[in-house]
C-alpha cells in the first residue's frame, strides 16, 4: 500500500509442505491463506485512506503465516489502533483466536489495541488473564518466551452491529453486537518484531516436530510407538493417528497382561484450533507416555493408546477458532459425520467403531478442549442413571492429583445442544461409559495453590502427564472418598466447548523397563493396518 504494510506472505513451512504447499494449493485455497492485514490511518477528517499518514511512525502488521488471524488494523490515534479479527474460513462467525505480527515500534511507548470484533458476551480478559507476546529481539538475545503482557485490560460490549447468522443462539446474543478487547503494550525494545497472541500458540508444523522427536525417543526406549496417517484432510494436510503401548510379543515381555488382552484409552484433541491450551496438555500426554518413568512403563503395560493429537489441522493452519475449512464445528458432526467435508471425524469415529466390533471398546475416550469462560480444569462427562457411577471416579481421582483440576465444575448431564458432541455419541452410540470433554482454562486456577497465577505451558504439559497418571488408580486403586461437588445445571450451559508424583507411586508394583523388538511386523493385536483404519 504505502510502505508501512509488510506485504510477504509467510505461509511456507517445512514440516507441512509435504500435504501444504503453494504449488499444491487450489485457487480458493492460496485466497483463504492470503488473509489480508492491511494498517489504514484515519485523517481528521475521517476519511480512511491508504495514503499520508497521521504519524510518521505507524507500527506495521502482519498475519499471513501459519495460525495467524488479524484482518485489518487501523490507525485511530498516534499510539491506538483498532483491529479487526477473520472470522473463521467460510463463516462469518467465531471471531476470537488471534495471532499477529507487529513491528517498527518505539521501545518505551504504551500502545494501545482495540481488538472490535469479539463475539463472546464475556472472557476472562476481565478477570486477570493477559494476552501473549513473543520479542524476536530477547530471543535472539537467548530468552526465547512467550510472556504475559498488556495493561489496562477490558472487555467490553461495544455498538457494533453484526450480521446474523443461522448459527447465533438468541438467548445468549439477543443484540447481535460485537464486543471490544482492548488493552495495552509498551514493547522492550526499539524496531522490535514481536508477535501477539490470544493464548500460547501450538501449530501444525509444532505438532509435527514434536512427532519426530517422539519417534525418534521411543526407538531408543523399546516402546512400541506407531504413527500413520488417519486420512487426509479437505486442504490435503495429514490428520496424525498414534498408538502407543508396551513389548508386542508376549514371550518377550514381562507385563502381566499380554498384548491382546489390555484395555484400550482413546484420546483426541484440538477440534476447535482456537484452543491451544487442548494440544499443550496433548504434549504434556505424550512425553509422558514415551518416557522411562516408571509409571508410564506400567501404563504401557497395562493399555493400548491410540491417540489423534490434532482433528482439525486445516483450522489449525488457517487461524481459524473453532471451525474447519468447511465452516462447520466438528465437534457438532458426530452422529452423522460427512466422509467429504468432515474427514477427520468420520474416521476417528470408524475406528473407535472398529474397536468395538472387535470386543475391544475403550476403557476411556476424552476430547481435550479449552474454555474461554471458566477457571480451572474440568470434566464433562455423561451420566449414567441408576448405574455405579463409574463415570465420576476419573475426575475424583484427578482432583486428588491435579492441582489445578476442579471438581466443583465437572458435570455429567447430557444437554440437547451436546448430543452430537464426541463424548455423547461415543457413550451413548458405541458403549463406552467412560467418555469425557476435558476442558482447561486459558488463564487460570479458581482456587488452590495457584489461585491467581495465570496458567503457563508447564502446567498444561504437567496436567497431561498427571491425566496418565490417574488412569494406574481407576485401574487398580478405588477412586477417593465420594460427595465432592458437582457443578451445577447453570455453570454447565456457560460451556463453549464441549497430588505429587510420590502419591501415586504407593502401593504400586511398577515394573523396570524390558528391552523389546519394535519391528512392525510384529504388531498384530494392539493395532491395525493402514487400510483397516479406513474401514
Known amino acids: 500500500m504505502d510502505g508501512q504494510t509488510d506485504t510477504t506472505c509467510t505461509h511456507t513451512h517445512s514440516h507441512i509442505t509435504h500435504t501444504h504447499t503453494h504449488t499444491q494449493h487450489s485457487q480458493k485455497q492460496t485466497e483463504v491463506l492470503k488473509k489480508s492485514s492491511l494498517v489504514f490511518r484515519k485523517k481528521s477528517t475521517d476519511e ?27 490507525q ?28 517498527s515500534m518505539e521501545a518505551g ?15 476472562q480478559f476481565n478477570f486477570g488473564m493477559q494476552p501473549l507476546l513473543y520479542s524476536t529481539q530477547r530471543a535472539l538475545s537467548g530468552v526465547p518466551s512467550w510472556t504475559r503482557s498488556g495493561q489496562q485490560i477490558s472487555y467490553y460490549r461495544n455498538h457494533f452491529e453484526r450480521l446474523k447468522s443461522d448459527g447465533d443462539d438468541q438467548k445468549k446474543s439477543p443484540s447481535r453486537t460485537f464486543y471490544t478487547m482492548t488493552f495495552t503494550l509498551t514493547f522492550p525494545c526499539d524496531d ?21 522427536e517422539l519417534k525418534a525417543l521411543a526407538s531408543g526406549h523399546h516402546i512400541w510407538f506407531s504413527h500413520q496417517s488417519l486420512c487426509t484432510t479437505l486442504a490435503g494436510n495429514a490428520c496424525d493417528l498414534l498408538t502407543i503401548t508396551g513389548p508386542i510379543n508376549d514371550e518377550d515381555s514381562t507385563a502381566s497382561i499380554s498384548c491382546k488382552d489390555r484395555d484400550y484409552i482413546f484420546l483426541t484433541a484440538r477440534v476447535h484450533p482456537g484452543e491451544t491450551n487442548a494440544s499443550w496438555i496433548m504434549k504434556g500426554v505424550l512425553d509422558f507416555l514415551l518416557s522411562t518413568d516408571p509409571v508410564a512403563d506400567e501404563l504401557r503395560e497395562q493399555f493400548v493408546f491410540k491417540v489423534v493429537p490434532m482433528l482439525n489441522p486445516d483450522g489449525v493452519i488457517n487461524g481459524s477458532h473453532r471451525c474447519s475449512l468447511s465452516g462447520k464445528d466438528l465437534n457438532r458432526c458426530w452422529i ?22 472387535r470386543d475391544t471398546a475403550p476403557l476411556v475416550f476424552c476430547d481435550f478442549h479449552g474454555h474461554s469462560r471458566k477457571k480451572g480444569i474440568f470434566i464433562y462427562g455423561c451420566s449414567n442413571e441408576g448405574g455405579d457411577r463409574a463415570e465420576e471416579a476419573l475426575p475424583r481421582i484427578l482432583s486428588q492429583l491435579a492441582p489445578l483440576f476442579e471438581y466443583s465444575s ?22 463406552v461409559q467412560r467418555s469425557y470433554t476435558m476442558e ?6 479458581e482456587t488452590g495453590m495457584y489461585k491467581g497465577v495465570q496458567i503457563t505451558t508447564e502446567q498444561l504439559e504437567m496436567t497431561g502427564k498427571v491425566f496418565c497418571q490417574s488412569l494406574l488408580y481407576l485401574q487398580s486403586h478405588p477412586p477417593p472418598a465420594q460427595g465432592l461437588p458437582l457443578a451445577t445445571q447453570s455453570d454447565v450451559q456457560q460451556g463453549d466447548g464441549d497430588g505429587s ?17 519394535t519391528d512392525d511386523s510384529s504388531y498384530l493385536e494392539a493395532t491395525q493396518t493402514k487400510d483397516e483404519l479406513h474401514v
Not at 48 to 70: M, P, Q, V, W, Y
Not at 81 to 97: A, E
Open 76 to 103: 485511530v490515534r498516534p499510539y491506538e489502533y483498532d483491529l479487526l479479527l477473520n472470522p473463521d474460513i467460510s463463516s462469518n462467525r467465531h471471531h476470537q483466536w488471534f495471532y499477529f505480527k507487529v513491528s
Open 192 to 212: 522490535d518484531v514481536c508477535y501477539v497472541a490470544y493464548h500460547y500458540p501450538y501449530t501444525y508444523t509444532n505438532l509435527q516436530a514434536h512427532l519426530s
Open 410 to 431: 465437572c458435570s455429567f448431564a447430557v444437554e440437547k445442544a451436546k448430543e452430537a458432541t464426541a463424548r455423547v455419541v461415543v457413550w451413548r452410540q458405541m458403549g
Open 501 to 517: 508424583d510420590e502419591s501415586l507411586l504407593t502401593g504400586l508394583d511398577l515394573l523396570n523397563e524390558s528391552a523389546v523388538s
Open 440 to 445: 482447561s482454562t486459558y488463564c487460570g486456577a
Open 336 to 357: 452423522n459425520p460427512d466422509p467429504l467435508l468432515q474427514p477427520t471425524i468420520y474416521h476417528t469415529k470408524a475406528l473407535i467403531q472398529y474397536l468395538v466390533a
Open 48 to 74: 480512511i485512506t491508504s495514503g499520508d499518514s497521521c504519524h510518521d511512525n505507524a507500527l506495521k502488521f502482519e498475519s499471513r503465516f501459519e495460525s495467524g488471524n488479524l484482518r485489518k488494523a487501523i
Open 109 to 123: 511507548k504504551t500502545y494501545r489495541f482495540n481488538i472490535v470484533n469479539c463475539e463472546k458476551p464475556n472472557s
